[in-house]
């Protein structure tokens, strides 16, 4: 019980959350092929609005709801 009310529980489970949305980032910029999220700009690519959405707001939101069941 004080495992699942812990603020330091939550806080680690958001922080590896979050870290897993930049090691996906990371591997999605390295695809270099033009996409709906992200257009490629010489040899890099570069994120729209909605990939940095994509990749930073809803599977974190999404992955720290499933660790935390």
Known sequence: M??????LAEVLLLAFAIAGGYLLGTWYAALQAARWYAA??????????AGYWYLFVS???FRFLLFRW
């Open 2 to 7: 004080r495992l699942r009310n812990s603020v």
């Open 40 to 49: 490629p700009i010489g040899d890099q690519s570069q994120f729209t609005a």
């Open 59 to 61: 599977p974190t939101i």
